[in-house]
């Protein structure tokens, strides 16, 4: 019953700490200097110019009053109008937003399966030559920047061996509503999803095979053995759900990586997803885009953490909120 | 550049990615016919619509789209488009465009002196803008139509120049009265010609995906003729890296501003090294200056400012072939030695008064200005604001290190573009008292440019683009008689006096012309004029496969 309650409450407090979130992005991109309405009006504009853009925009008010518009403008369930697009926020983002959560969830997936299996096999024998090599490679894979990352697997992939794309998520011309579209996506989505996991991948591998070490040395396990169960029963029956729970903490972290990792990564790929979108924004200092990038990222993050915590209760009969 | 050796899981992914690409088939490229080009571009513009949006990405691609009355060569030299022929007369207050007949929009509308009479007066002669500024200077009236292929343009002044008509933001691209008679300003934003433009251009549009994709189609009925290919893919590729790998891979034909003065001499070697490729490289009128601070608030704060030696011991102190060698790695980039750009031939001065390396004469200057160097030897600590976007932060850094002998710390602050624009340039509240910059402005490829750049009326409180408040009567005089010469040689003759009187006066000091490059796989020809700058002006018109 506590546990309920407790999920409630943390499901109640999204809204708050959304609108609070939203109130930091709103200061931190208006203190970072520049202004979109110079942009929108070009380098020949005159003063004049950009200050009719400028009042048109509602810029030349007091930020305290912006924010206030805004935030009607939210709870109205409505995400404002960007300035660069000349379109409704919302109806840019839902595309890319799906582009991303298409490239990030499929990430995630392998990382998370990928990552698990190689951890296992890792702890089950410590120290040994895999083990050792495995260590040493997914510190060095966790650590390779991906957009270094990104440009080897094209080297190879897409030049060298001409097997796979560069960049997009179609061939060129293509869309969704062309025969064969499914494949072609999925070999657009090869080389962008390799260098999204790979890190992720490393990452899990060594949080699997620590708490599989810490968990394969405890009493219980040395009981399952001497009750005589198979090798196979022993780890993956009772050893992995007891070592999953760490990582489950760690898939919501996963989440925030990658959709951090997405700005670069749709970069170098030329994805159209919601991280580059935000890149190119900045830029262009869209405010009204970049807030609501920044709300979506938020409330996925703030999901992830709730699930995590639903998960707990699931997985840990013992975890009581 | 060489693949470094496969770890063994990376060896691993390759089996399996090599696995993947067979189930689903390696179909790369088999979706482009032959009569399709795909060009990757840096520029993500938002939308095409140059009314709602009149920055450079815009601009890029509506070339393709949109025609102008006139238009240039390869040389700056004015070509017909639009109109076929004109004349002045009237002292050069009235100027007449006959206008090429047959023409039709994209939708099948004839074209007619009516649109470019309604162009002209409610949209170029109303909104807020340089061409606004630039048309009410000559007292530009309303144009006269005597018939449906003739606009009469007069002015209370000579001065009607081709340039007003290729150059000014949005001039260039004559829009349909048809479709936008009558629309609000407000409504433009979400008109229909954001995304689906129709123009008289080459190129029609068949898709387009905001700062994603834009795919056109041949225009039929174009008045210059069917552009010989059937599709044109221009496709935004932000990061050149990124390009150049779509390029070696084979999935886009050309890249289009590769180089952009931000790459490496190296890369542009690895590149022309590779089969079937053609890399076209030009220095362009965008000229690269240190600029001083003329406004008040900087004078006040930096006296020296305003003492025209110390300004000419800074240009003694920067050795210009070093400063390019050194920055760009042995790329052709072009030093400057005049504040017009030497691209534009027949109007460029060469006897400017020159300024050559000499770090002692600069010393002596600087002393005798009473700028002493102190026990550290420095003389003057300036912060130098610039950004990165337009100027390499190489070319900073070696600017740098040249001037600390002299006795000159510039303090770097790189910024972001549009952080740089609205806090140093444009804005009303921008820092006015900052000593000096490195930046472009350019005043385009023809002279007529300098007057909104140097001249003391076209500061950006009226209207213009002398953003430092440089004011010198001299030169005023030069440029306002020239901008109402009825002579086309006596106005010419005056630019190029005042490009004389720029470089006694050395408001700023020219350091580079800026460089771009253009690949090309040789499966694919073109025209001349779509692989020099003027293709910002001409879009991608002329281009052909090879067979």
Known sequence: ???????????????????????????????????????????????????????????????????????????????????????????????????????????????????????????????????????????????????????????????????????????????????????????????????????????????????????????????????????????????????????????????????????????????????RLMYESVGLRDYNLLLGGFIVFSLAQLMASFVTDVLYTRLDPRVRY | MTSPPLTRRQLGLLVGGAAVSSTIGVASAAARDSDTIV??????????????????????????????????????????????????????KTLTFHLRRGVTWHDGQPFTAADVKWFFDTIVMKREGAAKTAFAKIGAQPVETPDDHTAVFKAAMPGWDMTLFITLPFVGTIMPRHILEGVSEADLKSHAMNTRPIGTGPWKVDSYAPGETLTMRANDSYFRGRPKLDRMILRTIVQPQAAQLAYEAGEVDGLHEWYSNLGLASQLEHIKALPKTEVIGYSYYNLIRLMFNFRPEAVAKHSWLADINVRRAFAHAINKPALVGRAFRGAPVMPANGLFAETTTWAYNPNTRRYPYDPKLAASLFDAAGLKPDAAGIRLRLPLPYTNGEVPDVVIQVLTQMLRPVGIQLEPQPMEASAYASTYWLSPTGYKDVPLTVYSLTPGPTPMGLATIYESDYTPDKGGRNAVFYANPALDKLLEAAAVEADEKKQLQHYMDAQAVLMEDLPAIPLYLSYLAQVWNRDFGHDPLVSRPVHHINGFFQVWRNS
Request: aromatic share 8%.
């Open chain 1, 1 to 275: 019953m506590t546990t309920r309650r407790y999920l409630l409450g943390a499901l109640i407090l999204l809204l708050p700490t959304l609108l609070l979130v939203t109130a930091i992005n709103f200061v931190i991109i208006r203190l970072a200097p520049g202004n979109p309405a110079i942009l929108l009006a070009g380098p020949d504009a005159t003063v004049a110019q950009v200050q009719a853009i400028q009042t048109q925009l509602g810029l030349d008010r007091p930020v305290l009053v912006q924010l206030a518009i805004y935030y009607r403008t939210l709870l109205s369930g409505d995400l404002g109008y960007s300035f660069s697009f000349r379109q409704p926020v919302a109806a840019i983002l839902l595309p890319r937003l799906l582009n991303t959560a298409l490239l990030g969830g499929t990430a995630l997936v392998i990382s998370v399966l990928v990552g698990s299996a190689l951890g296992i096999a890792a702890a089950c024998k410590p120290e040994g030559v895999f083990d050792r090599l495995g260590v040493a490679g997914s510190v060095v894979l966790y650590s390779t920047p991906s957009f270094l990352l990104g440009v080897v697997l094209i080297l190879t992939f897409s030049v060298t061996f001409r097997l796979l794309p560069t960049e997009g998520m179609f061939t060129l011309g293509r869309g969704w509503a062309d025969p064969g579209s499914l494949g072609d996506v999925l070999r657009h989505m090869v080389l962008p999803v390799a260098t999204l996991s790979i890190p992720s991948i490393a990452l899990f591998a060594r949080m699997i095979r620590s708490s599989m070490i810490e968990v394969i040395g405890q009493d219980y396990i040395t009981l399952a053995r001497s009750k005589g169960l198979g090798e196979r029963s022993v780890i993956l029956r009772h050893a992995l759900r007891n070592a999953l729970l760490g990582s489950v903490t760690l898939i919501g972290l996963a989440v925030a990586n990658l959709l951090i990792g997405s700005t670069v990564v749709e970069t170098v790929f030329s994805w159209p997803g919601m991280g």
């Open chain 2, 39 to 92: 060009i990757a571009t840096p520029f993500s513009a938002r939308t095409l619509f140059p009314l709602v949006d009149q920055s450079g990405p815009t601009k890029a691609m509506a070339v393709n789209i949109f025609d102008k009355l006139v238009s240039f060569d390869i040389d700056y030299n004015v070509i017909p488009a639009l109109a076929e022929r004109w004349a002045y007369s009237d002292g050069r």
